[in-house]
């Protein structure tokens, strides 16, 4: 087992260029690589802050004939990163006008701060401060 490693996590969006945008100019990510699949009619756009030789990545998957948001499901949870500084990437952040609907603090039971902000698709990403 310990030749498995995580590759990716996948992401349906609505609008790709949008969530390109947040998770490469908001989040500091890097567009991998874009694939556009004609005949399947979707686009696949692999985004992260390293290599996927090395490190998992996010694949947002855009079907060109999605016209209504996805439901995200009660079974997912969050992405997480971490930020050296969470009051400051919050307010950068905010300023974009990210959504924000946990803002900087400690997490409940235990002294680590986090803040919970919101993809353009309602996906949760979690913020962890790592000084």
């Known amino acids: 087992m310990s030749n498995f490693r995580l590759l990716h996590t996948m992401l349906r969006v609505l609008d790709l260029d949008k969530s390109i945008d947040f998770y490469t100019r908001l989040l500091g990510m890097t567009l991998l690589r874009r694939t556009d699949y004609e ?21 947002l998957t855009h079907n060109w004939d999605q016209t ?46 986090i803040a919970f902000i919101e993809d353009p698709d309602g996906y949760k990403v979690e913020l962890i401060e790592k000084k």
């Open 68 to 113: 209504e948001p996805y439901a995200i499901g009660s079974g997912f949870g969050h992405i997480a990163l971490g930020v050296p500084d969470i009051h400051a990437t919050c307010a950068a952040l905010a300023a974009e006008g990210v959504s924000i609907p946990r803002p900087p603090g400690p997490m409940k039971h235990g002294t680590t701060v």
């Open 39 to 59: 005949s399947g009619r979707f686009t696949l756009a692999f985004v992260g802050y390293g290599d996927e030789s090395d490190t998992a990545v996010i694949e």
